[in-house]
C-alpha cells in the first residue's frame, strides 16, 4: 500500500542517515601538523685557526722562560671532538747549557676533547704528538715525544675568541742525544681564534 510514498520515505531516511555519518566522520578527522625544526649551525663545528702568544720552558735544558709564537689550525667535528696542529717556535735566541745558543720549536697534532657551556666558553683538553727541534745554527737535533694539555676559550663574536691554554710538549730522556736524564719543555700560551 502506498509504494512510492514508502520509497520516498526511504530515500529520504538514507540521505539522512548518510548524511549524519558524514558529519560524524568530519568530527573524528584530525589533522596532524608536523612542526618544522630550524636548526643552527654550531659555530663550534667547522675549521678554524689561531694565533697566540707563548711562553716556552725547558727543565735540565736551559734555565730560562723563553717568548715564542703559536700558530692553531684545526677543524671540529662537532661541538664535543676536534682535531688540531700547532706550530710553536722561540722568538729569540738562548743560550743552552752554556755550550748552544739557538732557537727551538715544535709540531704538533692533538685529538681535542671539549665541553661546551653556555655557548660562549669551551673547556678543552690536547692529547697527541709531538716532534720537537732545536737549531743551534749549526745542527739541528729533534725527538719525539707523547704530549698533552687543558685549556679554556671563551667566544667574543659569532665567529672570533680567545683562548688560554697548558701544554706539555716534550717529556722524555736524553733529547737527541743532547744530555742525559729527563727533560721536560712546556708551554703556557693566549691567542685569538676565528671560525670559518
Do not use: C
Not at 729569540?92 to 660562549?120: R, T
Not at 694539555?149 to 722524555?172: C, F, K, N, P
Amino acid at each position: 500500500m502506498y509504494p512510492l510514498r514508502n520509497i520516498f520515505l526511504f530515500s529520504v531516511a538514507t540521505s539522512l542517515w548518510l548524511s549524519a555519518q558524514s558529519d560524524i566522520s568530519a568530527d573524528w578527522h584530525t589533522e596532524v601538523t608536523i612542526p618544522h625544526v630550524i636548526t643552527e649551525e654550531s659555530p663550534f663545528e667547522g675549521y678554524y685557526a689561531s694565533l697566540g702568544f707563548a711562553i716556552l720552558e725547558a727543565q735540565h735544558l736551559s734555565a730560562n722562560e723563553h717568548e715564542g709564537v703559536v700558530l692553531t689550525g684545526g677543524y671540529n667535528f662537532t661541538p664535543y671532538v676536534a682535531l688540531e696542529g700547532r706550530l710553536q717556535h722561540t722568538i729569540e735566541h738562548f743560550n743552552l747549557q752554556e755550550e748552544y745558543q739557538g732557537e727551538f720549536g715544535s709540531l704538533s697534532l692533538f685529538v681535542k676533547p671539549q665541553y661546551l657551556m653556555m655557548n660562549i666558553v669551551t673547556l678543552y683538553g690536547l692529547l697527541g704528538y709531538s716532534r720537537f727541534f732545536l737549531d743551534d745554527g749549526t745542527e739541528e737535533m729533534h725527538d719525539d715525544s707523547l704530549s698533552y694539555g687543558i685549556g679554556a676559550s671563551m667566544m667574543a663574536t659569532d665567529t672570533t675568541g680567545i683562548y688560554l691554554d697548558y701544554t706539555s710538549l716534550y717529556d722524555d730522556d736524553g733529547f737527541d742525544g743532547l744530555q742525559e736524564g729527563n727533560i721536560h719543555i712546556k708551554s703556557i700560551s693566549m691567542g685569538f681564534f676565528y671560525t670559518f
